[in-house]
């Protein structure tokens, strides 16, 4: 295989920032099983898929207090809730691992030489590098963006924008690849084009207009080159 077989076309973007949990990894599993362990433990029964598909794509506080609110009158503060669902989160990734998504190395591998690539993400920072070193897509990774604490989540544009400047690039140069409504509308919100790979039970029209839909990421390169070819190239 020559380089040219494995860089990016001259229309493709300057750099591509992308989702983690559902899209990079198959991770939301494990968020539904650390989600159920922590409401078992104060005696309440979930639907694992459920609550995974009403929770896809929600900022962690945003989790928190929609625990909270299944918890009740004997919920611990928000800090406290959010310690322990990121301890079962861990505990559940020590014992399952995580997986790459169908096309996740394909393509951070493709692009890696040439096309810096940013993993944004509505998760702490730090569990983020984690993830990605389960999945083993770390070393494809130039910068790693976690919208908790003072960065805004998804769906602000915060995330997105942090992404681009930290990667040099103006997001209008730019392609989100993102699974979720949410992740979606912040990429269009801070100016990038935006490719989404809908989890089951996500309708087409849930997303922003104009983004492109695929199947899975084995489907990316073969879409962005037929879009290209009848768009001008970004920058």
Known sequence: MTSADTAPGPLLPQAVLVDCDGLLADTEPAWGRATSRLLAAFGIGVDDAALTEQLTGVSLAE??????????????GPEELERRLLDLFRQDLAEHGATAMPGARELLR???PTTPVAVVSNS??????DILRHTGLLPYVRVVVGAHGSCRP???????????????????????LEDSPTGARAAVAAGLRVTVVPPPGVHPAEYPPGVVHLATLLDADAAWQAELTTRHPIG
Do not use: I, M, Q, W
């Open 63 to 76: 989790t928190v207090l929609h625990l909270s609110r299944l918890v009740g009158a004997g919920s611990p």
């Open 110 to 112: 493709r692009l890696a």
């Open 124 to 129: 702490p920072r730090a569990l983020v590098g």
């Open 154 to 176: 998804k769906p602000a544009p915060d995330p997105y924008l942090t992404g681009c400047s930290l990667l040099g690039v103006a997001p209008e140069h730019c392609l989100a």
